[in-house]
């Protein structure tokens, strides 16, 4: 099974973005039972927590920095997890990646998340 994330790329600050995640590969395995988050590792520091959503949706974990910028949600229909990323700044540029939990409510605990997505580069200039 693998996460697939799309959807980054080179926006201005002040731009929008809006990111995708979904499951790639011959499996039947969903993960509408599951908690889904999205993290993000910038150059020469350390992956952080960016959002997280429970399994159906009803509720949401957002890193301070990110809020009321920032709206994840999910399509469990599409088996899908999107980022929208409205007022970016430079230093959100990073490489995004999208996670599953082994849990079916929102956790910001990176050892939470047992499957990972391959990542999506986002740069916002300045």
């Known amino acids: 099974v693998q996460l697939q994330a799309s959807g980054g790329g080179l926006v201005q600050a002040g731009g929008s973005l809006r990111l995708s995640c979904s499951t790639s590969?011959?499996?039947?395995?969903?993960?509408?039972?599951?908690?889904m988050g999205w993290f993000r590792q910038a150059p020469g520091k350390e992956r952080e927590f960016i959002a997280s959503i429970s399994w159906r949706g009803g509720m949401t974990k957002y890193l301070d920095s990110v809020k009321g910028r920032f709206t994840i949600s999910r399509d469990n229909a599409k088996n899908t997890v999107y980022l929208e990323m409205n007022s970016l700044k430079a230093e959100d540029t990073a490489v995004y990646y999208c996670a599953a939990s082994r849990l079916s409510m929102p956790s910001t605990t990176t050892s939470d998340y047992n499957y990972w997505g391959q990542g999506t580069l986002v740069t916002v200039s300045s």
């Open positions: 590969g011959r499996t039947f395995r969903t993960f509408s039972n599951n908690a």
